[in-house]
């Protein structure tokens, strides 16, 4: 089994591999970004963080596949940490993240 740097890291080269991604740093971590903007990254405790709409990201702490992102005393409402390393979530979560926030209608 990969261990979460490992799969983040081949999901890396996998977006990529599209002309809209690039890597950026968030919070002291690389990650990428779609049209300038991070959609996801590898935290330091390991972990990949993800920005997805509000109510995808209370599914899917609900549905146990997330927590939900704090930072200091702050809930980031967009903002989820993938739990286990899963190539099949992780992939699928990710694609959503980069549709997000690359879409004409994110702000």
């Known amino acids: 089994m990969a ?10 080269m996998e977006h990529l591999a599209r002309p809209e ?13 779609v049209n300038g903007k991070i959609y996801a990254f590898l935290s330091k405790d390991r972990r990949v963080v993800l ?3 509000a ?7 609900e549905e146990g596949t997330a927590e939900a992102m704090v930072m200091g005393a702050r809930r980031m409402r967009e903002w989820v ?22 879409g004409s209608s994110h702000r």
């Open 3 to 12: 261990t979460a740097q490992e799969l983040f890291d081949d999901l890396i």
């Open 21 to 33: 991604v690039s890597m950026g740093r968030m919070f002291h971590s690389e990650g990428l970004k």
């Open 51 to 53: 920005k997805v709409p």
């Open 55 to 61: 109510a995808r990201a209370a599914e899917l702490v």
């Open 81 to 102: 940490a993938l739990r286990a390393p899963d190539e099949t979530v992780w992939r699928r979560l990710l694609s959503e993240a980069a549709t997000y926030v690359g």
